[in-house]
């Protein structure tokens, strides 16, 4: 047990600085730095150039900087922005607990409404309650979020006037202000995800519901429902944890297209306003942080899985 | 000879079966006839079209739907209908290149890493596991920043990012084929590697790629949408779904008729692509899920 | 109408709707009465429905069937008329079911206890506090080792044979008056299948219970059954007492059945059962067996028979049942070739003190514990095979017996040791160093055709690999060979363009035995290659197998589990545990006294379909994850174990005459 616990974690650790070295990698090897991504716009001078890459430190060797990047973000320390002054940490700090705002309510809303509906489909397998909600999955998920996004903001905020279609709200604002703008971005992040892991969970109830131990359970005598709740479910539902560990980590690092959508103070907004402005060196630290919550949330969902499956957890343990 | 006819005729057979299973599915019937549809309009549209995509007229800007211009006019008096029909001819070029190069580079890789194994394929899937956390839209627009949003660039940026996950498909599907006991059998009579990859894994292999291309083709279509929504794949004036749907948005208030074109447009080609692909691993019997009664 | 029996099934009818819309039947006009303290055997081939009638008994029918027409009745409930409520007491209660792969029939999830528990908490007045207590007796009472620490144990943690006491003791739990059992035991190793039985018979007659016993071993069935109901496609066929049936069967399928089973006491090859059941749905107009039947004529195929009494009490659905005298009683090619007895036989191959483990070190476990090598899988193997000689390999799983196949073909290396042809120097290991000509030389037939064929090639492609890649055919040389072959194995060139999924079990195996003997082979090894297959499809591969090998002069190394298969193909034979060779020598000496304690075992645990055999049980069936560090292989289990001696040396090799040797400390005369 202790040995896979610290295999996962070294493997996580290597990724994440496998990443870090993308990242800065890709940077470099991209024409031009930095500063001639940034000035570039304006047709700066050589005058201007040298002052900024004298301010951002490039002229050191590429090596000695990932060095101190790298060192720096394990500290927290994610460096300036390309302007030079601004803080990164500062301006990430605020969206990101924005993202983690709105990742959470999609999360609450979303995982166990996707649970509770593929366990539905499963169960009623080619009957009504599946047809329906399975056609309904298939267009959730297969419509642009821009376009089911722009068609909500059209009915419940243009038509009905029921909720704000846009949110107003500064990046630093705290969480409670950003009700109920929040509301509609939340609602088509939902519906996504939610359609994502009840197709999922939908096929694994089916496949446990064939299998012979729930045909066993049921020549046993066992109730229908309590076999469903003892020994269909338990089975059914642990693939589905790492489902909802990628839509996590989907929910935090790649919503850009809503939060643009919603004019949403995000991670993901921030990414676009960075890129927009080329300003490299935030665009860096935003991959970092997206990618490390990625691996660490699939690390939490190996390790849950671990834990939840006596498979697993009996090879370590016993013996 | 005789056993290379064998096999086109064999193989032949078999895209024959498969392609009658997938229409005898209410969702592949439903599917291909969408797909069929939208790469049809594709090639033919601009033939069709009643109106020219670019010609702009003040006095028509943001008009309603009538009898001439059956989808009104945007907000530079262009006629929405004209621009709708053209509108997926972009994407459908980009994706239909780019979807086979991904999942053939990507496929390549996969088996290749899958057939090696050992230090060598480990390091490869964690150079594949960090490519996998960042965010895709991510990776592309700090390239597309960088080099450009012509087509002959969204091509080899779609391609390559959208293959790395069939990487791991693909390594997965190896591994499942080359522990079964047709592969040892070949091995054991001592063909070449290069055989055993041809005539053993490939066939075996092809099916999942098959359908994850065509899942791939759908995710990489609303990829390329949300590009354009987003700003930085079609350039103006060539009409594009994606970014006529961010055009109009600003208008919806009061035009809501700019939106709803592109809007059936998109969604019925993507859903057409996923509908499709299900029923492809059904018939191809890739789907666990569905079992015969006995 | 008459009082129903216990369990009473009547014109039973169960179909399902295909997707062409037609309705098809499974089960045909079936009617079965089991009553109290009586046990009944369910017999038949893969498909013949006799699953779905056992099932049905329980008022379960598996997604998509339903009943057409047709009653069953339990203790006089109609159980196609029961709620849901009233059925979920019966089910596990009074009317238990031990199902077929216990391994997968336990949920994963949950503790022994747990499960056992439940149905005492379904089907029984304890209160909750007391469940504890009686799911140990329940577990003591099915004969599991320790049960307390059973209790907290997952199914996976458990041996298939530990599973299948584990179902078993849940199925007491509901203090049932019927149980009904789908292949209790099959897949399970002889000697545990044999303690399972005599389990399910002291507990039958402890109880008085009535027991529907469904299998296609008829050995199994012999060892509980009092009476044998033989189905075949879907319509029962012969029914009669235990004795009556399977000693002078009075259907010809049955007949054909039987005599398809090799035997310990016979030497000769069994009869091969030709030909395949109908499938479902199938237009039979006669009888369903007369295409197969070798004493049908015309009224056979004009309507279909009856099922009548006859004067020894049976009932058979056959309108000849006079003649089954007719129909042959051992094979025609009884006589076997033995391998040149003149002079000093050539060997074909020989194996020097071969090793071979199965350990992958793991780079990171490596790093952070030092642990010591597990002993070698296979270890000091030497064995010489003559030319032109079978050499059978049986053991129980885990006794190596594949691994050294695969070592012999070059896909895995052993670990110490040789593997030379005729007088050759020693192959190379890996099958990817060695000359064509070697390669060519030697063979390999997998258990499962379903695996061992691409599934996306034709059979005129498979064929055509070994003769491309040896002997450079093509065009029409290619295809004229390939025809030979496919002769050879008695399929007709038709076969060409189908694919494996078109073809039955039996048909795949030929295609295999034709690929293998397309490279002109002189070493042949086959895997288990009958075991994936029903018994009179197994009679017939035999048959061709034995064939071949007169016509060709080949060396044979057969390993399969079953001693009867292996003594009916074998020349000599080579009895092996966890990898380690126990007894070897010429067939009439191995399966004669003296015996090697393990040969004795695995003979002694042998069900043969004759009620009047009982298996000798001389060793418990513990299933052992390794071999021990030294001594004698056997020695944790052996029932004759002299003392320390046999955990300390390795047991000498001693020689009983005529290249009969038997590794043991005890001396040959005690043996």
């Known amino acids: 047990m202790l040995m896979m616990l610290i295999?996962?974690?070294?493997?996580?650790?290597?990724?994440?600085?496998?990443?870090?070295?993308?990242?800065?990698?890709?940077?470099?090897?991209?024409?031009?730095?930095?500063?001639?991504?940034?000035?570039?716009?304006?047709?700066?001078?050589?005058?201007?150039?040298?002052?900024?890459?004298?301010?951002?430190?490039?002229?050191?060797?590429?090596?000695e900087r990932f060095q101190e990047w790298a060192g720096g973000a394990v500290t927290g320390d994610l460096g300036t922005a390309v302007d030079g002054k601004t803080k990164i940490s500062t301006i990430v700090g605020d969206r990101l607990k924005n993202s983690l705002l709105l990742a959470f309510c999609a999360m609450i809303v979303g995982v166990p409404l996707a649970l509770l509906l593929g366990v539905i489909t499963g169960l009623w397998r080619d009957r009504k309650p599946d047809l329906i909600a399975s056609t309904l999955a298939i267009f959730a998920m297969t419509i642009p979020e821009f376009v089911s996004a722009t068609l909500l903001i059209l009915i419940f905020s243009i038509w009905l006037g029921w909720l704000p279609g846009i949110v107003l709200t500064s990046a630093s604002a705290p969480a409670s202000e950003f009700f109920p703008e929040i509301l509609l971005p939340v609602i088509v992040l939902s519906l996504v995800m939610c359609a994502h892991i009840m197709r999922m969970v939908r096929s694994s109830v089916i496949e446990v519901m064939e299998s012979d131990y729930v045909q066993m359970a049921t020549l046993k005598g066992v109730p229908y429902w309590r076999m469903v709740f003892s020994h269909a479910l338990p089975n059914a539902l642990l693939p589905a944890i790492n489902v909802v560990a990628l839509t996590i980590a989907w929910l935090l690092g790649g919503v850009v297209v809503i939060e643009v959508v919603f004019n949403y103070p995000g991670l993901g907004r921030l990414m676009i306003d960075s890129i927009s402005d080329r300003d490299l060196p935030v665009v860096q630290s935003i991959a970092l942080i997206v990618a490390s919550i990625y691996v660490c949330v699939n690390l939490a969902a190996d390790l849950l899985t671990m834990l939840a499956n006596p498979k697993l957890r009996t090879i370590y343990t016993r013996k | 000879m005789a056993a290379t006819t064998a096999t086109s005729m064999v193989s032949g057979n078999r895209v024959v079966t498969v392609l009658k299973d997938l229409a005898s599915r209410p969702s592949g019937a439903i599917g291909l006839t969408l797909v069929i549809f939208h790469v049809a309009l594709a090639l033919v549209s601009p033939y069709i079209v009643p109106f020219d995509y670019k010609l702009q007229n003040s006095s028509l800007m943001l008009t309603g739907p009538d009898a001439v211009h059956w989808l009104g006019a945007d907000h530079l008096g262009r006629d929405v209908f004209s621009r709708t029909l053209m509108g997926g001819r972009e994407a459908l070029l980009v994706t239909g290149v780019a979807t086979p190069l991904a999942v053939i580079w990507g496929g390549f890789i996969g088996i290749l890493f899958g057939l090696v194994g050992g230090r060598l394929d480990e390091v490869l899937m964690r150079v594949v596991d960090a490519f996998l956390s960042l965010p895709w839209i991510l990776k592309m627009l700090v390239l597309i920043v960088t080099f450009g949003t012509g087509v002959e660039v969204l091509i080899p940026t779609l391609a390559f990012f959208y293959g790395i996950p069939v990487i791991r498909i693909a390594r997965a599907a190896t591994h499942d084929v080359i522990a079964r006991d047709f592969v040892w059998a070949a091995k054991a009579r001592g063909h070449s590697r290069i055989s055993i990859i041809w005539r053993e894994l490939l066939p075996n292999v092809l099916d999942t790629l098959m359908v994850e291309g065509a899942m791939r083709w759908s995710w990489m279509l609303l990829a390329f949408s949300s590009l354009s929504f987003l700003g930085f794949g079609v350039s103006p004036p060539t009409p594009d779904w994606g970014l006529m749907i961010s055009d109009a948005r600003g208008f919806m208030s009061f035009a809501p008729w700019g939106v709803i074109g592109p809007v059936i447009a998109l969604s019925s080609l993507i859903i057409g692509i996923n509908l499709t692909a299900d029923a492809l691993a059904k018939a191809l019997g890739i789907d666990r899920a569905q079992k015969a009664p006995m | 109408m008459t009082t129903p029996s216990f369990i009473d099934v009547r014109n039973l009818s169960i179909g399902y709707t295909s997707r062409a819309g037609e309705t098809v039947k499974v089960l045909r006009d079936v009617s079965l009465t089991i009553n109290r303290g009586e046990s009944v055997g369910l017999v038949g081939e893969s498909g013949s429905g006799k699953s779905t009638l056992a099932l049905a008994a329980l008022g379960y029918f598996k997604r998509g069937l339903r009943v057409l027409d047709g009653q069953i009745h339990f203790d006089g409930i109609d159980m196609l008329d029961l709620g849901r409520d009233d059925i979920q007491k019966i089910r596990g209660g009074r009317l238990a079911l031990i199902p077929q792969n216990s391994g997968q029939s336990l949920t994963p999830t949950l503790r022994i206890g747990q499960q056992v528990a439940e149905a005492l908490r379904l089907h029984s007045e304890l209160e909750a506090d007391e469940f504890d207590h009686r799911v140990v007796e329940l577990l003591t009472q099915v004969r599991l080792p320790d049960p307390a620490a059973l209790i907290s144990r997952y199914p996976h943690e458990l041996s298939g044979g530990q599973q299948q006491r584990v179902?078993?003791?849940?199925?007491?739990?509901?203090?049932?008056?019927?149980?009904?059992?789908?292949?209790?035991?099959?897949?399970l190793d002889v000697t545990t299948q044999a303690h399972i039985l005599e389990l399910l018979r002291d507990l039958a007659s402890d109880r008085n219970m009535a027991m529907l016993y469904v299998s296609h071993d008829l050995g199994a069935i012999a060892r509980v059954c009092d009476r044998v109901v033989v189905m075949y496609a879907g319509e029962i066929v012969l029914q009669g007492s235990a004795r009556q049936v399977l000693k002078s069967p009075r259907h010809p399928y049955a007949h054909g059945l039987l005599a398809s089973i090799p035997r310990l006491s016979q030497q000769s090859l069994p009869v091969a059962l030709d030909g395949r059941p109908p499938m479902p749905g199938e237009m039979i107009n006669g009888c369903a067996f007369a295409d197969r039947c070798g004493i049908a004529d015309s009224t056979c195929t004009a309507s279909p028979p009856p099922l009548v009494p006859i004067d020894t009490g049976e009932h058979v659905r056959c309108f000849h049942p006079g003649k089954i005298s007719q129909l042959p009683r051992a094979s025609k090619t009884a006589a076997r070739k033995k391998p040149s007895a003149s002079g000093k036989p050539d060997a074909a191959l020989v194996m020097d003190d071969l090793s071979i483990t199965y350990a992958k070190p793991d780079f990171l476990a490596s790093l952070l514990t030092s642990r010591k090598d597990p002993p070698a899988t296979v270890e000091g193997i030497n064995i010489t095979i003559v030319k032109g000689e079978t050499l059978g390999l049986v053991g129980e799983s885990g006794s190596g017996k594949s691994t050294i196949l695969k070592s012999i073909a070059g896909l895995i290396s052993p670990k110490t040791g040789s593997i030379a042809l005729e007088g050759q120097s020693p192959l190379t290991a890996k099958v990817e160093d060695r000359p064509a000509v070697n390669l060519r030389q030697i063979q390999l037939i997998f258990q499962n055709p379903d695996d061992s064929l691409n599934p996306r090639h034709t059979v005129a492609q498979i064929l055509a690999q070994p003769l491309r890649l040896y002997f450079r055919l093509s065009g029409d040389d290619l295809r004229q060979r390939s025809i030979e072959l496919l002769e050879k194995v008695r399929l007709g060139s038709h076969y060409l363009e189908r694919l494996p999924s078109q073809l039955s079990g039996g048909e795949k195996q030929r295609i295999a035995v034709a690929r293998a003997f397309a490279a002109e082979p002189e070493i042949v090894l086959c895997d288990e290659v009958t075991s994936a297959l029903d018994v009179s499809v197994q009679a017939a591969v035999l048959n061709l197998l034995n064939e071949l090998k007169t016509q060709q002069q080949t060396t044979y190394i057969f390993v399969s589990h079953d001693l009867a298969v292996v003594k009916a193909i074998s020349d000599r034979i080579a009895v092996l545990y966890q990898g380690r060779l126990c007894e070897i020598g010429p067939v009439d000496a191995v399966y004669k006294p003296p015996f090697h304690p393990y040969t004795d075992v695995l003979l002694g645990a042998v069900l043969e379909p004759d009620p009047e055999k009982a298996p000798k049980l001389s060793a418990d069936d513990v299933v052992e994850l390794s071999p021990p560090a030294q001594g004698c292989p056997f020695q944790r289990r052996c029932p004759k174990k002299i003392g320390t001696i046999c955990e300390t040396d390795t047991p000498p090799a001693q020689q009983m005459g005529g290249g009969h040797v038997i590794n043991c400390h005890i001396p040959a005369d005690d043996l």
């Open chain 1, 7 to 63: 295999r996962r974690i070294m493997l996580g650790i290597v990724t994440v600085s496998l990443v870090s070295l993308i990242i800065f990698a890709g940077v470099e090897i991209l024409p031009g730095d930095a500063c001639t991504q940034y000035l570039g716009e304006y047709q700066a001078d050589d005058e201007l150039l040298a002052q900024c890459r004298k301010d951002l430190d490039l002229n050191r060797p590429a090596l």
């Open chain 3, 167 to 187: 179902a078993i003791a849940m199925a007491l739990a509901g203090q049932p008056d019927a149980l009904l059992l789908d292949e209790p035991t099959t897949g």
